[in-house]
């Protein structure tokens, strides 16, 4: 018997329409549709609201329930898909869509996930907006290759003003966490792993904030580096990644690399899986989980341990 509240909302950039046990309808999302909803909300005693990430139109829904201190649970959407593929439901429609998170919430028994603070939410965004940074700064190098000289002034030119940017923006996000007690010492104390650097540092800081509430099954998956079998009868499929917080896994890849040649304890681990046969990257994702793990353990007994 479900004994959980969850209140549904399919997003949209416009509208936000809700589907519960308690209440349903379509409220504009505007800050006095955001006002109503939570009026509503509110009427029903220990709500979880459940919605889904729809790159980046979900950021104010989740900030106003924080605000307000009501639970939420944010789902990824290939979940939602494949739920609704599982019934056989082709059917999309805003109604359908947030009946369709109401049941699956039902279903699954969702919990609601801790509320970030402030300055975890301004460094995931901030991240966020160094990563577009760097990309603009790939994109336009690569186009010094392949356009004609008579626009390479140009290219330069918004080259350094993107390095530029990026120089004052890394001093931002730098400052920020110098200045939380918790982040600053969580940095300290990944930074002195062999092959750790800040910008990896940073990036577990923003987008696994959950790092040390999590066990190592759970670590592993949620960065996408548990490998899946794939077995049927005698048939023994070679294992792999599948999933997970891609930018944690892209950090992750470039310091276990570093970390292969210049941490002894990974170079070995490395070195013995290559020696038995396997191929390279294969031995690059088990540094990684590797290097993972020791992070979270470095991290949970809160003390300064050199790899």
């Known amino acids: 018997m479900n004994t959980k509240n969850y209140i549904a909302i399919d997003i949209s950039k416009l509208t936000l329409q809700v589907c519960s046990c308690f209440f349903s ?60 593929k599982s019934d056989g439901l082709k059917a999309k429609t805003d109604p359908i869509d947030a009946a369709l998170i109401l049941r699956f919430a039902q279903q699954k028994q969702l919990e609601p996930t801790e509320p970030p603070s402030d300055t975890e939410l301004n460094l995931k965004a901030m991240m966020n907006r160094r990563a577009q940074l760097v990309a603009s700064i790939t994109s336009e190098k690569n186009r010094l290759d392949k356009d004609p000289p008579c626009t390479h002034k140009s290219i330069r030119n918004v080259i350094r003003m993107l390095e530029k940017e990026l120089a004052i923006f890394d001093r931002d996000i730098n400052n920020l966490v110098s200045e939380d ?121 809160n003390q300064f341990s050199l790899a």
Request: glycine letters at 8%; proline letters at 3%.
């Open 181 to 301: 007690k918790q982040m600053s010492y969580r940095r300290e104390i990944m930074s002195e792993v062999v092959g750790v650097g800040n910008i990896t540092c940073l990036t577990i800081l923003a987008y696994m904030p959950e790092i040390t509430r999590l066990s190592r099954n759970e670590l592993v998956a949620m960065a996408g580096l548990a490998p899946f079998n794939r077995d049927s009868g005698k048939y023994k499929g070679q294992r792999k990644i599948d999933g997970g917080r891609a930018k944690i896994r892209k950090c992750l890849y470039m310091a276990a690399t570093t970390a292969a040649v210049h941490n002894k304890h990974i170079k070995s681990y490395v070195d013995a899986l290559r020696s038995r046969g396997k191929p390279y990257k294969c031995a690059i994702v088990a540094a990684m989980r590797k290097l993972l793990i020791h992070l979270q353990s470095l991290l949970k007994i």
């Open 25 to 84: 309808g379509c409220f504009p999302y505007s800050d006095s549709g955001l006002k109503q909803l939570i009026q509503k909300v509110r009427t029903v005693d220990s709500p979880i609201v459940v919605y889904e990430a729809t790159g980046g139109y979900e950021r104010i829904l989740a900030e106003t329930l924080r605000q307000n201190s009501i639970a939420g649970r944010i789902v990824n959407p290939s979940r939602i898909r494949a739920f609704a």
